[in-house]
């Protein structure tokens, strides 16, 4: 048995809400506008490329209303990475001009001059949202050519992620559209129940919040989204969700117990180590919510 029976656990196997789509649509085109019709940007306008990153674009968001993740990303210049012994010079290009700083602060001048009320974060230019659009975190970045991942050595073939650094000058290396093009694969293989997977084990996190469980704040949606992503497919396509909930807890947990098993683990991307002393989590934290999560739901 479960605290929550069978029907809860498949109404929260849905996405949020289909009617957000409008007002998201609307984010993403007046984010565009800005960009278009301001005078800072315009001699970069042609070389910036928008897209939604995030929950909402992996189609596992859980609660309505929330943010979304726009990737503002710059693909000239642009940041890069090259296999052992190369540089720049072999793949003929030359330092770029133009800092991330200044993209950033530009980009801000233009979002301000489109909205009323932008804010700046530590990561993100973050929109306030109204009646015709969601709150959207806009995040600035140039394009990251990574050309050790693919060991290539024509400049025109990589593996294509972002770089950007936060205000507290963290530097950040991430492979949006790869994540997003994975999670696809995987809930194909898995008859649409990876995503659905995902969306129950956000709203149960949710739930413990809301239910005053002392959840960990390093246990985020990125992270439980790569846990499940990790999960072997045999799991994901059990049919019955609270049995397929039950197992994959179990699996995470036993992985969890031994340092040495999940430190192979990838998110989504299958590019950047999952557990690394990047991350705000660890591999102990995640098995202590697993366990939180496992008498939470009064799994026997």
């Excluded at 140039?142 to 294509?160: A, D, G, I, L, T």
């Excluded at 999940?262 to 202590?288: A, C, G």
Aim: include cysteine; charged fraction near 25%.
């Amino acid at each position: 048995m479960s605290k929550f029976s069978e029907q809860t656990l498949r109404s929260w196997e849905r996405p949020a809400s289909e009617s957000e789509e409008q007002r998201i649509s609307n984010a993403i085109r007046m984010i565009k506008e800005a960009i278009n019709s301001s005078e800072v940007l315009k001699t970069r306008r042609n070389n910036i490329e928008v897209f939604i990153q995030g929950s909402y674009e992996n189609n596992t968001n859980v609660r309505a209303n929330s943010d979304i993740d726009v990737c503002v990303m710059l693909k000239k210049p642009f940041y890069s990475e090259y296999p052992a012994s190369y540089n720049r010079n072999d793949y003929g290009f030359t330092k770029g001009d133009y800092s991330f700083t200044d993209f950033r602060r530009e980009l801000l001048i233009a979002l301000r001059g489109k909205f009323s009320d932008v804010e700046v974060g530590n990561k993100s230019l973050k929109i306030s949202s109204n009646s015709h659009r969601v709150e959207a975190d806009a995040v600035p970045t140039f394009q990251y050519r990574n050309y050790k991942q693919n060991n290539s050595y024509n400049p025109n073939s990589f593996v294509e992620g972002v770089k950007f650094f936060s205000n507290s000058q963290q530097e950040i290396i991430n492979y949006p559209k790869q994540h997003v093009n994975n999670g696809k694969i995987k809930n194909e293989v898995t008859q649409r129940r990876f995503k659905r997977l995902v969306r129950v084990v956000k709203r149960i996190r949710h739930q413990m919040i809301k239910e005053h469980q002392p959840v960990d704040n390093a246990i985020s949606s990125f992270l439980i989204e790569c846990l499940i992503w990790n999960l072997p497919n045999n799991i994901i396509n059990i049919d019955c969700p609270t049995e397929r909930l039950r197992q994959a807890i179990i699996y995470l947990y036993d992985a969890t117990l031994n340092e040495s098993k999940p430190k192979d683990w990838k998110e989504v991307s299958n590019i950047l180590p999952l557990f690394d002393s990047t991350r705000k989590w660890n591999i102990s934290k995640t098995n202590s919510f697993l366990i939180q999560m496992w008498r939470f739901l009064e799994f026997k």
